[in-house]
């Protein structure tokens, strides 16, 4: 699976958005870039996933480049409540076998 | 929905014992299953993917006699740390695959803390 690079911690201002970076350069055709977050002491909770377009949930908006080497997670109106580890992942095809491989996320804190 | 429950949600036990964790997906059926190791301050560490009906499979660098993993049904995976040491002391999570028109989404468990003395 291609290797992310996420910066290591970010801060963030309540109510504002937040914009989360994650270089994949390395990323093939087949692979899909999930978002992950893991809150403290818990399980991790998934977010979002996307393979060429953007996409948007309840939870969040995925913007990947057109060239696939880039995306951005965008929580757009981040609360205390988002303080996490979020962790940005390339999966290859998707399979039930398919490992998640994940590397050091970045730390996301939401400050008042 | 795709809710996954892990138990105990923390153990402590003696060095030697062996202490049985349990993965259930409480509202859907998993044939696949993985479990994570995570230590204070690091990442997740995949260890295994559970197979329904069939062995295990091991991560590079697991003892796979000292990580016994069951998955005896579509439900339930068990992970059982066997002869635990202080170094196993760690926060332990599966995963439990939801398959459902072409995608396969990982739903993660809220982990188990295991601290051996």
């Known amino acids: 699976d291609a290797k992310t690079t996420q910066p290591t911690s970010m801060d963030c201002a309540e109510g504002r958005a937040a914009n989360l970076p994650c270089n994949h350069s390395t990323i093939s055709g087949n692979e899909y870039v999930y978002w992950y977050r893991q809150i403290h002491s818990q399980g991790p909770q998934y977010i979002i996933h996307?393979?060429?377009n953007n996409e948007t949930n309840e939870m969040a908006s995925l913007i990947i480049t057109e060239d696939r080497k880039s995306s951005t997670l965008i929580l757009p109106h981040a609360t205390l409540r988002d303080t996490a580890v979020y962790y940005c992942?390339?999966?290859?095809?998707?399979?039930?076998?398919?490992?998640?491989?994940f590397g050091g996320g970045t730390r996301v804190l939401v400050k008042p | 929905g795709a809710v996954v429950s892990q138990h105990p949600s923390w153990v402590i036990c003696k060095s030697g014992t062996s202490v049985k964790i349990e993965c259930r997906s409480l509202d859907f059926q998993a044939t696949t299953m993985f479990w994570y190791r995570q230590f204070p301050k690091q990442s997740l560490m995949l260890m295994a993917t559970s197979n329904e009906g069939s062995k295990a499979t091991y991560e590079q660098g697991v003892e796979k006699d000292k990580f016994l993993i069951n998955h005896a049904s579509l439900t339930l995976s068990t992970l059982t740390v066997t002869s635990a040491h202080p170094e196993d002391s760690s926060f332990y999570i599966c995963s439990a695959v939801l398959s459902g028109g072409g995608s396969y989404e990982q739903y993660f468990g809220p982990g188990t803390r295991l601290t051996v003395t």
């Open positions: 992942i390339v999966r290859v095809g998707r399979a039930a076998g398919n490992k998640l491989t």
């Open positions: 996307g393979l060429k």
